[in-house]
Structures are given as C-alpha cells and as structure tokens.
C-alpha cells in the first residue's frame, strides 16, 4: 500500500490545525520548511515509492538501502537530511588545505 504525496501532505497539514481551525505563524513556518524540503526531494528521488507498513510507519528503498521513518513527514526530514544535511568533509579535500597550512604556519 503506497502513500501518495498528496495523501503525507494532507496527514501532515492537518496536525497544525488546532481546533478552532487557525494556523499560528510558527506552524505556517514549519509547513512551509516542510513543503520546501518535499518540493526538493521531488527533483531528487520519486517520493511515489514511499509505502507504509501496517504500523503506520514509512519507508523507501533508494539505492537498495532501506530508509524509514515514524511516519511520512519523519521520512521526507530524514532523506532531506541525508541528501542536504551537514556537508561531511573528506581527508582527501582536507588535504591541499593541510598542506598549504603546513608551510605556512609551521
């Protein structure tokens, strides 16, 4: 059983409406910070292959590693991490910075 995208933005939109129907400025921000990460992960993986076990949960296979999440917004945060996140720098990119370092300053 596959959650369509249309069907993850629904679930996720109805959690900011409080009861009285109103969305406050912090949760429009969080949805639009939320819609933006989709709207991204779209150009970069199809998103129509996310399914959902009978538990609720999420999950996608990219590359024949499995991703899951506690639901369908958990998911769209953890690949947008995963893809976009905090840039992991190589020692091989460190290197030329080491080396000129090293002449310079020692």
Known sequence: MAR???SGNLYYLLQFLPS???LSASG????HAYMSKESILKEVIDLTKVKTRPDGRSYIY???K???????PDLI??????????????LEELYPQWQIWRRDFT
């Open 62 to 64: 990219i590359n024949r």
């Open 20 to 22: 009285d129907g109103m």
């Open 4 to 6: 369509s995208t249309k």
């Open 77 to 90: 945060c953890k690949i947008y991490a995963l893809y976009f996140g905090t840039r992991v720098t190589t």
């Open 28 to 31: 429009i921000a969080e949805l």
């Open 66 to 72: 499995q991703f899951n999440g506690a639901d369908y």
